[in-house]
C-alpha cells in the first residue's frame, strides 16, 4: 500500500533531519573547531576542499543548462557569480585561495590541484556527474546541505581564530561571506524542493538525494583522515611521492 505523501511542513522537518549525517559530525572536522588539528591537517583540508569549491559553479552550471525556466535560471546563476566574482569584484574561490595563503599554502600549488586526494576527486566529480545527468529540480535540490552550512561557517569563525592564532584573519572572509549567501540559498532550494516533490516515492528520492550529497562531504573528509591523521594517502605502502592522477580525464 503506497503511503500518503508528506504534507510540506513533515517533508521539511524529514529533510532537516539529515544534518545528523552532516559532515561538521566527522571526526576530522570536529578535530578542526575542538583545536586538535594539526597545521599540516588544517593545509590538507584547504587545499582539499578548494577542488570542492572551483567544481561548485560548475554543479550550477550543469543545473541552468538542464533548466528551461527563464526565472528559475536567474535566480540560479546568482550561485556561479557568488563563486566565481562578478567583473571587478571577488568571488568565493578567490576568498578562498586567500584562505588557503592565510594558512601557509602556496597560491600555485593550491591552483595546480596537486595535493588534491583521489577520494576527494572522486568524490566531488561523481556529484558534479550527478548534476550533468539529473533533472534539473532534483541536481538543484541536492544542494540543500547548505541547510546546515551557516552552523558550519559560524563554527569556523568562532572557534579557529581562538585555536590556531597562526592563522592570519584575512583568510576568514569565506567563512563571513558564506553566512548571508547560504541562507538565501537555503530558501531559494527549499522552494524548489517542496514544490517539486509531491508523492512520497518522490519525497523518499529526494531524501536519499540528499543522503548521496552527505555522502560526498563525509566521503572527502574520510579520505583526509586516512592522508593527514593515520598518515596512510595513495601509494603510501609503495611510495612517498604524490604519483596519483591530477585530473582532467572525465
Known amino acids: 500500500m503506497n503511503q500518503p505523501a508528506m504534507s510540506p511542513e513533515q517533508f521539511e522537518q524529514a529533510?532537516?533531519?539529515?544534518?545528523?549525517?552532516?559532515?561538521?559530525?566527522?571526526?576530522?572536522?570536529?578535530?578542526m573547531?575542538?583545536?586538535?588539528?594539526?597545521?599540516?591537517?588544517?593545509?590538507?583540508?584547504?587545499?582539499?576542499?578548494?577542488?570542492?569549491?572551483?567544481?561548485?559553479?560548475?554543479?550550477d552550471a550543469a543545473i541552468m543548462a538542464n533548466c528551461p525556466d527563464?526565472?528559475?535560471?536567474?535566480?540560479?546563476?546568482?550561485?556561479?557569480l557568488d563563486h566565481d566574482g562578478e567583473p571587478g569584484e571577488e568571488g568565493g574561490i578567490e576568498a578562498w585561495l586567500r584562505l588557503a595563503e592565510a594558512v601557509g599554502l602556496d597560491r600555485q600549488?593550491?591552483?595546480?590541484?596537486e595535493?588534491?586526494?583521489p577520494g576527494v576527486r572522486f568524490a566531488v566529480d561523481a556529484y558534479v556527474n550527478f548534476a550533468r545527468r539529473a533533472n534539473w529540480q532534483e541536481a538543484a535540490s541536492s544542494?540543500?546541505?547548505?541547510?546546515?552550512?551557516?552552523?558550519?561557517?559560524?563554527?569556523?569563525?568562532?572557534s579557529w581564530p581562538q585555536h590556531y592564532p597562526w592563522i592570519d584573519a584575512s583568510g576568514y572572509d569565506y567563512f563571513r561571506k558564506r553566512l548571508k549567501e547560504a541562507r538565501r540559498?537555503?530558501?531559494?532550494?527549499?522552494?524548489?524542493?517542496?514544490?517539486?516533490?509531491?508523492?512520497?516515492?518522490?519525497?523518499?528520492?529526494?531524501?536519499?538525494?540528499?543522503?548521496?550529497?552527505?555522502?560526498?562531504?563525509?566521503?572527502?573528509?574520510?579520505?583526509?583522515s586516512m592522508a593527514y591523521e593515520l598518515q596512510r594517502p595513495p601509494y603510501h605502502s609503495v611510495t612517498a611521492e604524490r604519483v596519483w592522477h591530477r585530473g582532467g580525464l572525465l
Open 15 to 31: 529533510l532537516r533531519a539529515r544534518g545528523a549525517y552532516y559532515h561538521i559530525h566527522h571526526p576530522y572536522h570536529r578535530a
Open 33 to 59: 573547531y575542538e583545536g586538535r588539528a594539526t597545521r599540516e591537517q588544517i593545509q590538507g583540508w584547504v587545499a582539499n576542499r578548494f577542488y570542492y569549491q572551483v567544481s561548485i559553479p560548475m554543479k
Open 70 to 80: 527563464r526565472d528559475s535560471r536567474r535566480e540560479w546563476v546568482q550561485r556561479i
Open 109 to 113: 600549488q593550491v591552483l595546480s590541484e
Open 115 to 117: 595535493l588534491v586526494l
Open 143 to 158: 544542494s540543500l546541505t547548505e541547510l546546515f552550512a551557516p552552523h558550519i561557517h559560524q563554527s569556523r569563525l568562532d
Open 185 to 224: 540559498d537555503v530558501e531559494h532550494g527549499l522552494r524548489i524542493t517542496l514544490d517539486h516533490y509531491r508523492t512520497r516515492s518522490a519525497q523518499e528520492r529526494m531524501l536519499q538525494i540528499l543522503q548521496f550529497k552527505l555522502d560526498v562531504l563525509w566521503s572527502m573528509l574520510d579520505a583526509m
